[in-house]
């Protein structure tokens, strides 16, 4: 079955970087793009970034755009989400999502989440 | 760009049906069929529950039903069940490749 697992969360220092990863199994995953949600405690969902199949092209949020990387190793089957200048704004469960096969705009598996604090 | 618009909480009797109204844009909702919506139990990850405003994926039961007019998409639960209480979120292609969510719906069985 498919499964997404996010890592990498825990508390930061506002103004340092932390960098997130996603494995993923069950599926090819060589010809899946993968997006970043998070959301913060008690709030909504918010899109984060995306990157596609082979990692050739990436996509963000302007709220994240110049502080955030996504990235990709198809021999890892691993996503990455690296993440600079951190402020509280940023404190959130980071979620990773597979990409549906029916529209690059939907999400068909969730990873759990992992929980970035920024906080001093 | 700005989140989609959701009410905050719907409530149902058991067996009943609800709906959950989306509203954004010309640019987002209004412009593109490419409306999803995804369940959310508490502390638990989000689940895809509908795609391209109308369609269910595979294992998602027939008592969830989707359709959009204008600027609005909208979410039905019918024959409402225990485990259907959760939050709902909505989220549509925004253009530019981007994707905006809505800010979500807690909806409560009677």
């Known amino acids: 079955q498919v499964q997404l697992v996010e890592s990498g969360g825990g508390v930061v220092q506002p103004g340092r970087s932390l960098g997130l990863s996603c494995a993923a199994s069950g599926f090819i995953f060589r010809t899946s793009g993968v997006h970043w949600v998070r959301q913060a405690p008690g709030k909504a969902l918010e899109w984060v970034a995306a990157i596609s199949y082979d990692g050739s092209t990436t996509y963000y949020a302007d709220s994240v755009k110049g502080r955030v990387t996504i990235s990709r190793d198809n021999s890892k089957n691993t996503v990455f989400l690296q993440m600079n200048n951190l402020s509280a704004e940023d404190t959130a469960v980071y979620y990773c999502?597979?990409?549906?096969?029916?529209?690059?705009?939907?999400?068909?598996?969730w990873g759990q989440g992992t929980l970035v604090t920024v906080s001093s | 760009q700005s989140a989609l618009t959701q009410p905050p909480s719907v409530s149902g009797s058991l067996g009943q049906s609800v709906t959950i109204s989306c509203t954004g844009t010309?640019?987002?909702?209004?412009?593109?069929?490419?409306v999803s919506w995804y369940q959310q139990h508490p502390g638990k990850a989000p689940r895809f529950m509908i795609y391209d405003v109308n369609n269910r994926p595979s294992g998602v039961p027939d008592r969830f039903s989707g359709s959009k007019s204008g600027n609005t998409a909208s979410l039905t639960v019918s024959g409402l069940q225990a485990e259907d209480e959760a939050d709902y979120y909505c989220?549509?292609?925004?253009?530019?490749?981007?994707?905006?969510f809505g800010g979500g719906t807690r909806l409560t069985v009677l």
């Open positions: 989220s549509s292609y925004a253009g530019s490749i981007s994707v905006v």
């Open positions: 010309s640019s987002d909702v209004g412009r593109y069929n490419s």
């Open positions: 999502a597979k990409q549906a096969e029916v529209g690059w705009s939907h999400l068909d598996h």
